[in-house]
């Protein structure tokens, strides 16, 4: 156990809708990054928060967003979803508290279905 | 354009020798590499890393060796275990933070 949750597990909607991601980072780690995770492809970063405000940007479509919250948790917000947007949502979180690399913790993901 | 790349996506060895996973990088600019572990129905989980200014690492069956003048990496796992199979990603860090990862090899360690 990573100590990173992310809710739901799994979830199953429809095109065009629009869906909520949640993780809970670690305790005291205050960086959040979001990956996805396609099928055949690796962990493609998405963006990433640090302590309130986001630190760096990936891959993300614009019909994504992310935000993290006071308590450090954050949220991936993905709308007007399209069938390619199924996919293993990983959420890792790190204490990043000075210039040297820290070591990133994952949840277990959630798996979108679009249908 | 994929930036770090594992170009075997699967790879099967007995128990007891040599699993060897490689990963090669096009960005001369990452000075940190690391390879993660997942099973499935579970996130990556960390298992060994390597700063650009070294050429190895070991840390108990895992050693990770660093070319920089070829921009290739390799995991070796020695002995092999059956509880060493998963998807193995190698990864990459820029400045910036962000990871940069392979598409993963698939290891099956048969007993």
């Known amino acids: 156990d990573s100590g990173v949750t992310q809710t739901p597990k799994h979830l199953i909607t429809a095109t065009g809708q629009r869906v909520t991601l949640r993780c809970s980072p670690r305790s005291g780690d205050l960086s959040v990054y979001w990956y996805q995770q396609s099928l055949d492809q690796g962990l493609q970063f998405l963006i990433q928060?640090?302590?309130?405000?986001?630190?760096a940007k990936g891959n993300i479509l614009e019909r994504f967003s992310a935000q993290q919250f006071p308590d450090l948790h954050s949220e991936l917000n993905l709308s007007s979803l399209e069938l390619g947007d199924s996919a293993l949502y990983f959420c890792?979180?790190?204490?990043?508290?000075?210039?040297?690399?820290?070591?990133?913790?994952f949840g277990p993901g959630t798996r979108l279905t679009v249908l | 354009d994929q930036q770090v790349k594992q170009n075997s996506p699967s790879l099967s060895v007995q128990e007891g020798r040599i699993s060897i996973l490689n990963c090669d990088y096009t960005n001369s600019m990452f000075d940190y590499f690391l390879w993660y572990k997942k099973y499935p129905a579970e996130g990556p989980t960390f298992l060994i890393s390597?700063?650009?200014?070294?050429d190895k690492n070991e840390d108990g069956r895992f050693t990770v060796f660093l070319n920089k003048s070829a921009k290739h990496l390799s995991l070796h796992i020695v002995p092999s275990q059956p509880g060493d199979s998963a998807v193995y990603f190698c990864?990459?860090?820029?400045?910036?933070?962000?990871?940069?990862f392979g598409k993963g090899t698939l290891l099956t360690v048969n007993p």
């Open positions: 990864a990459a860090r820029w400045s910036n933070y962000k990871l940069t």
């Open positions: 390597i700063s650009s200014i070294k």
């Open positions: 928060y640090y302590n309130g405000e986001e630190r």
């Open positions: 890792a979180s790190s204490i990043d508290r000075d210039v040297y690399y820290n070591e990133q913790f």
